[in-house]
């Protein structure tokens, strides 16, 4: 039998056990204010960029406003606009500094659509590559990634600031 070791899940895993998990991921990262351990790359005025914890490729990242609100028509226009605006930026970032094949946008609204985070409308943006979903990802259902989350935060963070 084959092991792959996930030391880091293991202070999320131990926290949801003993019932410690915040109410919401995405406001305690922005009350906190520890970027870095939080994973926020990039603050705007009405949104951020923070990356995704348990990424499906490097590079995954979330599009959040600060408003914590479920659905589309409640969130505030400007904030949605401004959500698009980081999404080109984020596209040509991951197009000039990961070079993808090509890249995924999505959300997922309420539990029954997917959504990890059901109270807090985000926005998934991630490059792919052709192959990336290999035998590892089909068949032994393990993802592998090149970079380490630090490392993405680095690039990301720095090229947000440009």
């Known amino acids: 039998m084959d092991y792959l070791w996930t030391p880091w899940r293991y202070q999320y895993m131990a926290q949801a056990a003993a019932g410690q998990q915040p109410e919401c991921i995405f406001c305690d990262a922005v009350k906190r204010n520890q970027d870095a351990e ?18 499906y490729t490097s590079g995954h990242v979330m599009i959040v406003p600060y408003a914590h609100v479920a659905e589309l028509q409640l969130c505030e226009p400007g904030a949605l606009a401004e959500m698009m605006e980081l999404a080109q930026r984020i596209e040509s ?8 094949d090509g890249m995924n946008l999505g959300m997922n609204l309420g539990r029954a659509a997917g959504a990890g985070v059901a109270g807090h409308l985000h926005l998934h943006m991630l490059p792919r590559w052709i192959g990336d979903s290999n035998f590892m990802t089909v068949t032994g259902e393990t993802r592998v990634h090149p970079e380490e989350l630090k490392t ?11």
């Open 152 to 162: 993405t935060y680095d690039r990301l963070s720095k090229a947000l600031k440009a």
């Open 93 to 100: 970032i991951f197009r000039a500094d990961y070079k993808p």
């Open 38 to 55: 939080t994973l926020i790359v990039h603050r705007a005025k009405k949104s951020f960029v923070i990356l995704n914890r348990f990424p």
